[in-house]
């Protein structure tokens, strides 16, 4: 009983497991890179009719991933505009460049 109430003090004081901290995730970070260097069409749907358009190098999130019906990736984006949160629509994926901050 003696070591039956050491270990349940201890698992109390001491968290029973090992406290090793582990680095924050990192936050991954989006841009347009259309290598034409011209703005990138953002679309209603995948492969759909042009809504918008957005520069190289806005910085996006990727909500999102779709194919259309020759199997290519599309990304449905969201951003910032002055200031605001707004979804923007469907881009190509293959335009769009992903890192870790």
Same mark, same amino acid.
């Given at each position: 009983m @003696?070591? *039956? ?16 901290s ?21 679309r ?14 806005k ?14 990736? *599309?990304?449905?984006?969201s951003?910032?505009h002055?200031?605001?949160? @707004?979804? *923007?629509? *469907?881009?190509? @994926?293959?335009?769009?460049?992903c890192?870790? @901050?």
């Amino acid at each position: 009983m @003696r070591i *039956w109430s050491y270990l349940v003090v201890s698992l109390v004081v001491f968290g029973g497991v090992n406290t090793v901290s582990s680095p924050a995730k990192a936050e991954e970070v989006c841009k347009v890179t259309d290598p034409t260097g011209t703005p990138l069409n953002v679309r209603d749907v995948p492969n759909g009719r042009i809504i918008n358009q957005l520069k190289n190098g806005k910085e996006v999130y990727i909500l999102e991933i779709a194919h259309d019906n020759k199997e290519r990736p *599309w990304a449905k984006i969201s951003g910032y505009h002055n200031g605001k949160y @707004r979804v *923007w629509g *469907w881009v190509f @994926r293959e335009f769009i460049s992903c890192y870790n @901050r």
